[in-house]
């Protein structure tokens, strides 16, 4: 647990400040990937072994990802932004050489005197870019994302289908939707944006739900799983990786390992909370009542895609710096001269 909410802050705060401007929705993206993989390799586990006293042996194969991603760590540098930071701009310099950038990561515009914490949180548009970045990981979780993936073959046979085998099909055949749009997420967050895909994918996440309580209501096994993929597939590309995108873009690196661990930590929080919860409302109001709820979380994730979203899509890191410690409003954090005009960037920033 600790390994895992530790990643969850670093690995997308790394990648945005490792990444040029124009990749780095789709490299931080990654990290969603890696969560859609092992999620569908955890589903594939109970098929292949077919025997509940072998459940360490499944458990224990995950040592081998652990022992990867350490031999990947002694491979990257220290991230260019954290170094220039420190004030070690020779090696921030380097650092930028060795990954094919050609800018230094530093903010744009006349430099700051070091402030505290406390103080840098209440600067300019900090606060609401922190309430921001903590919602949509609210969203995250509270959209029903948690509660379908872990109890994916007991929602199937509340749906109808047959325990065992078909339940387990289905619920594999949802961790593969999942990876499938998430690849597709992946290819198009730097050409398509961040509020078209959270836009259209809060929408269609709506749409899923709502099918899924019809299924509920109607007893149609078929249009429940249909309804799941459709949802699946919308959150894949919209509340799935965008909040880690949209968090290591927007929280101004004097305060990004705070304000990231604060975002990861609401994300972990509601994880849970939806975790103990889930089983227990349906038993309560239904499956259908559950899902309705998740629906009616999804239209504020729609109310909140927007109106308050930014648009990041190849911004430099600076120039959103500046404008959140500026006081930019949230919508305008994404434009040059608070939404006057649009930067252009360099190659390769």
Known sequence: GLSVGLSSMAGPMYAGEATPARFRGSVVSLFQLAVTMGI?????????????????????????????????????????????????????????????????????????????????????????????????????????????????????????FSPGTAALGATFGLGLINLIATVVAIATVDRLGRRPLAIVGSLVMVIGLLGVVGAQVW????????????????????????PYVIMSELVPSTIRE??????????????ALIAFV??????SIGLDGVFLIFAAVCVCSLVISLVWLPETKSRNLGMIENNVITGIPLRQLGDADGGHQRVSEPAGT
Do not use: H
């Open 40 to 160: 569908l390799a955890a589903y594939t586990v109970p098929l292949v072994i077919d025997d509940p006293a072998s459940w360490a042996t499944g458990i224990g194969l995950g040592g081998a990802i652990a022992l990867a991603g350490f031999a990947a760590l002694l491979m990257v540098p220290e991230s260019p932004v954290w170094l220039a930071r420190v004030g070690r701009i020779e090696k921030a310099q380097s650092v930028v050489a060795s990954l094919g950038l050609d800018w230094i990561p530093v903010p744009e515009g006349p430099a700051r005197p070091a402030l505290s914490l406390w103080k840098t949180l209440r600067m300019g548009s900090t606060p609401a870019v922190l309430a921001l970045c903590c919602g949509l990981f609210i969203l995250q979780n509270l959209s029903g994302i948690d509660g379908i993936l872990y109890y994916a073959p007991a929602i199937f046979v509340d749906l109808g």
């Open 219 to 242: 007893s149609l096994p078929m249009l429940g799983l249909v309804a799941l993929c459709v949802y699946i597939g919308a959150f894949a590309i919209s509340l799935g990786p965008l």
């Open 258 to 271: 705070t304000g990231i661990a604060v975002a990861s930590a609401t994300s972990w929080l509601f994880n």
């Open 278 to 283: 889930f089983l227990t409302g349906v038993s």
